[in-house]
Nanobody, 126 residues
Framework: QVQLVESGGGLVQAGGSLRLSCAASGRTFNPNASGWFRRAPGKEREFVAAIRWLGGSSDYADFVKGRFTISRDAAKNTLFLQMNGLKPDDTAVYYC???????????????????WGQGTQVTVSS
Protein backbone atom coordinates (compact mmCIF):
# COMPACT_ATOMS: atom_id res chain seq x y z
CA GLN A 1 0.00 0.00 0.00
CA VAL A 2 1.15 3.53 -0.77
CA GLN A 3 0.33 6.36 1.58
CA LEU A 4 0.01 9.94 0.40
CA VAL A 5 -0.19 12.75 2.91
CA GLU A 6 -1.03 16.29 1.82
CA SER A 7 -0.11 19.38 3.78
CA GLY A 8 0.11 23.12 3.32
CA GLY A 9 -3.54 23.99 3.08
CA GLY A 10 -5.11 26.80 5.05
CA LEU A 11 -6.93 30.09 4.96
CA VAL A 12 -5.59 32.84 2.74
CA GLN A 13 -6.92 36.11 1.35
CA ALA A 14 -7.65 36.52 -2.32
CA GLY A 15 -4.46 37.21 -4.22
CA GLY A 16 -2.36 35.30 -1.74
CA SER A 17 -0.29 32.15 -2.17
CA LEU A 18 -0.04 28.68 -0.72
CA ARG A 19 2.26 25.76 -1.39
CA LEU A 20 0.78 22.31 -1.06
CA SER A 21 2.95 19.27 -0.45
CA CYS A 22 2.20 15.59 -0.88
CA ALA A 23 4.58 13.11 0.73
CA ALA A 24 4.56 9.52 -0.47
CA SER A 25 5.56 6.47 1.53
CA GLY A 26 4.86 2.78 1.64
CA ARG A 27 5.55 -0.26 -0.43
CA THR A 28 7.57 -0.23 -3.58
CA PHE A 29 5.52 1.09 -6.41
CA ASN A 30 6.55 2.54 -9.71
CA PRO A 31 4.23 5.35 -10.60
CA ASN A 32 5.06 7.53 -13.55
CA ALA A 33 2.62 10.36 -13.02
CA SER A 34 1.32 12.48 -10.18
CA GLY A 35 -1.57 14.85 -10.08
CA TRP A 36 -3.60 17.30 -8.04
CA PHE A 37 -7.38 17.34 -8.04
CA ARG A 38 -9.85 19.36 -6.02
CA ARG A 39 -13.43 19.16 -4.85
CA ALA A 40 -15.28 22.34 -3.99
CA PRO A 41 -18.43 22.27 -1.83
CA GLY A 42 -21.36 20.99 -3.85
CA LYS A 43 -19.23 20.30 -6.92
CA GLU A 44 -17.65 17.32 -8.58
CA ARG A 45 -13.98 16.52 -8.22
CA GLU A 46 -11.97 18.25 -10.91
CA PHE A 47 -8.50 18.06 -12.34
CA VAL A 48 -6.03 20.78 -11.38
CA ALA A 49 -2.53 19.79 -12.52
CA ALA A 50 -0.39 16.78 -13.29
CA ILE A 51 3.18 15.89 -14.05
CA ARG A 52 4.66 12.91 -15.86
CA TRP A 53 7.83 11.70 -14.24
CA LEU A 54 9.55 10.74 -17.47
CA GLY A 55 10.43 13.98 -19.15
CA GLY A 56 8.71 16.09 -16.54
CA SER A 57 5.92 17.30 -18.80
CA SER A 58 3.10 19.01 -16.96
CA ASP A 59 -0.54 19.67 -17.65
CA TYR A 60 -2.88 22.22 -16.12
CA ALA A 61 -6.54 22.95 -16.04
CA ASP A 62 -7.33 26.16 -17.89
CA PHE A 63 -8.55 27.88 -14.74
CA VAL A 64 -5.12 27.57 -13.05
CA LYS A 65 -2.77 28.18 -15.95
CA GLY A 66 -0.35 30.94 -15.14
CA ARG A 67 -1.19 30.83 -11.43
CA PHE A 68 -0.36 27.30 -10.24
CA THR A 69 2.83 25.30 -10.74
CA ILE A 70 3.24 21.59 -10.16
CA SER A 71 6.63 20.11 -9.34
CA ARG A 72 8.16 17.14 -7.59
CA ASP A 73 11.25 16.25 -5.60
CA ALA A 74 12.04 12.71 -6.64
CA ALA A 75 14.65 12.20 -3.93
CA LYS A 76 12.13 13.06 -1.23
CA ASN A 77 9.13 11.38 -2.90
CA THR A 78 7.25 14.63 -2.56
CA LEU A 79 4.90 16.41 -4.91
CA PHE A 80 4.22 20.15 -4.72
CA LEU A 81 1.62 22.58 -5.94
CA GLN A 82 2.58 26.23 -5.79
CA MET A 83 -0.59 28.31 -5.90
CA ASN A 84 -0.33 32.03 -6.56
CA GLY A 85 -3.00 34.59 -7.23
CA LEU A 86 -5.57 32.60 -5.32
CA LYS A 87 -9.23 33.37 -5.85
CA PRO A 88 -12.30 32.55 -3.73
CA ASP A 89 -13.30 30.06 -6.46
CA ASP A 90 -10.15 28.08 -5.62
CA THR A 91 -11.66 27.16 -2.25
CA ALA A 92 -11.79 23.37 -2.14
CA VAL A 93 -10.26 20.26 -0.68
CA TYR A 94 -7.15 19.46 -2.68
CA TYR A 95 -6.09 15.87 -3.25
CA CYS A 96 -2.87 14.45 -4.61
CA UNK A 97 -2.72 11.19 -6.51
CA UNK A 98 -0.14 8.94 -8.13
CA UNK A 99 -0.49 6.36 -10.82
CA UNK A 100 1.24 4.30 -13.41
CA UNK A 101 -0.28 5.07 -16.77
CA UNK A 102 0.42 4.54 -20.41
CA UNK A 103 1.47 7.50 -22.56
CA UNK A 104 -1.93 7.56 -24.27
CA UNK A 105 -3.79 7.76 -20.95
CA UNK A 106 -4.72 11.26 -19.91
CA UNK A 107 -3.34 12.57 -16.64
CA UNK A 108 -6.51 14.63 -16.33
CA UNK A 109 -8.69 11.58 -15.69
CA UNK A 110 -8.92 10.36 -12.09
CA UNK A 111 -9.58 6.72 -13.06
CA UNK A 112 -5.96 6.33 -14.16
CA UNK A 113 -4.57 7.10 -10.72
CA UNK A 114 -3.93 4.28 -8.28
CA UNK A 115 -3.47 5.99 -4.93
CA TRP A 116 -4.97 9.09 -3.38
CA GLY A 117 -4.30 11.23 -0.34
CA GLN A 118 -6.90 12.29 2.19
CA GLY A 119 -6.93 15.89 1.07
CA THR A 120 -6.05 19.29 2.49
CA GLN A 121 -8.48 22.18 2.80
CA VAL A 122 -7.75 25.43 0.99
CA THR A 123 -9.99 28.37 1.79
CA VAL A 124 -9.63 31.68 -0.01
CA SER A 125 -11.45 34.65 1.47
CA SER A 126 -12.55 37.64 -0.57
Amino acid sequence: QVQLVESGGGLVQAGGSLRLSCAASGRTFNPNASGWFRRAPGKEREFVAAIRWLGGSSDYADFVKGRFTISRDAAKNTLFLQMNGLKPDDTAVYYCAVGRMAPFQSTQLPQFYDYWGQGTQVTVSS
